[in-house]
């Protein structure tokens, strides 16, 4: 059988594999793709928004990189939020024909799926066995980081493009076995994808690229010639000659265009790596215990950003790995990475059990950088799986040891990988979405803008997956996204008066008394915003919503498709108070209304 046939053919069975284990990771989401999401908390739904409004802009030539259909006036910029642009371009077929939440889960699927092989393909081509290079990829594909964010950071798990980086990296400063234009083309076509992807995984391929080629050449300064100085030369100023005028657009809006965020957009000691993280699971292992998930839960951030495990046993095959195959050139530099990754995702200050100790880290060197502040400095927990399995892989697939201690490292680097095993099956959420907002015929009849409750903030953002499925009729002065006003745990419009009181009601069902003064404000917001319809949709202070707004704006709403309906809000309130109520005051400082028939 030739080689490349047989090759092909395992190309062909780990897929499958992946397959498999994407399929097992997301079983209970599997009998209902279509209604159904995998994952948990707000930004899943932030995500399905961005998959449904790139293709919509494109399609009504509207700017997909900047819009005004939350936050209303203000607007919010996409090129300094994960809007995954690609991905929402290329999925948008299955998103018209199988709706969004079926779009978000094959996107995610499909993202483990490649992520992993692609792992794969990279160890196979750093010359490792099969049953290595599967392992490799299936620790980097299906990594405690991956399933972190498989909970809701749809950019974090299609990360196919990292392991990809590396090896054209190599390609270009170490093997060069092709011309320098043919490496530039395809190093600028996976810059360009990166960037379309996640802006933020490519500032930190970006930076750890750069730490390698200065590394390469320290270290190999004696043996490095001038001609292959040259070569990987060309080949980066061509793939940055071809980058810039392909991004050129989309680098625009986002150092120049409208709606930029103030910086930094997060605190810079806020998403770090705990020191014990790397020893101790949390939730999202299987291995977990009681204990270790009470230590985590003091961890700065949040379950998502808790992703950098990795276990004593593994921590010690490792080591072990460096000990006796630290004469290897590419496995000191892959080592040395490693450890280079694992302190950058610790952050300026040593974390302990979700304690600062206030010890210096080197990330501080840079948490005041332009651009680069922005980083979340657990991202580069991404880097230890792709560089962990590497060495598991060169370290099973060496070349001078027989067959039966291949297969024992093979068996022992598996019991060690054992503990990074997610809990399955992962968590799923069924989200109500009304016959209101599912039959865009009814939805397109209000007039826009629209109050939509309940209130979209970082805590709930039912209202945006309402309104990407109804087709965007409307828009909203709220959401949740990096704007313009977007401060560190809350990402949205400016409060206004309306709003604290909208949320105040969601958050306890308390209702705050609608003084002369409140009326005042929240008919001017209302004013400001240019509200004509105000929708409210099922939701726990459903109730409690109601009367406030029935007794704020002076008349009831009516009933449609299970969303209770104030039309023309913008007419009753055309006065100062309008004619829409008589105003009895009341020694207590509250008003009653009385609605005018």
Known sequence: MPRSYLSLRLHFVSLAVYTLLAFLA????????????????????????????????LMHRLNPLVTDYIFSYSGINLTWNTAVPLIGIIMSPVTWTGGLMFSYNIALILGLIGSAWTAYFVASRFGCRFLAALLAGGVYGFSPFTMAHALGHLHLVVAFAPPLFLLLLRDALVAQRQAPWIGGI?????????????????????????????????SCARTLTRQQLMHAAQALLFSLLLTLPLLSVFLYFQFIGPWRPAQPIHSPSRYVADLLSFILPTSIQGMSIGASRIITSHFSGNLEEWNTYLGIPLIILLTHIFYIRREDRTVKFLFAFLLGAAVLSMGPFLHLGGNVTGILLPWRLFEHMPIVQNIQTTRFGEYIYLLAGLLLAIYISQESISLARRIGRFAVSLAAVVFLMPTVPFPITYPKVPEFFRSPGIARDIESPALVLPFATAGCTTSMLWQAQSGFAFQMPEGFAIGPEAEDKNYGPKPTPLSRALLEIQDSGHLPAITSALHAEIIGVLKRHQIKTILLGPSQHEGELLTFLTRSLGWPPESKGGVLVW?????????????????????????????CL
């Open 26 to 57: 997301v079983s209970s989401v599997l009998p209902n793709l279509a209604s159904a999401y995998i994952g948990n908390g707000q930004d899943p739904i932030l995500t399905m928004w961005f998959l449904k409004w790139i293709p919509y802009a």
């Open 186 to 218: 395809k190093l600028a076509g996976l810059v360009v994808a990166q960037y379309l992807i996640s802006t933020e995984v490519l500032l930190t391929v970006a930076l750890l690229s750069l730490f390698a080629i200065c590394a390469i050449c320290i």
């Open 567 to 595: 039309r023309h809000v913008d007419r009753h309130i055309s006065s100062e108070f309008g004619t829409m109520a008589r105003v009895d005051s009341r020694s207590d400082g509250t008003v009653g209304w009385h609605p």
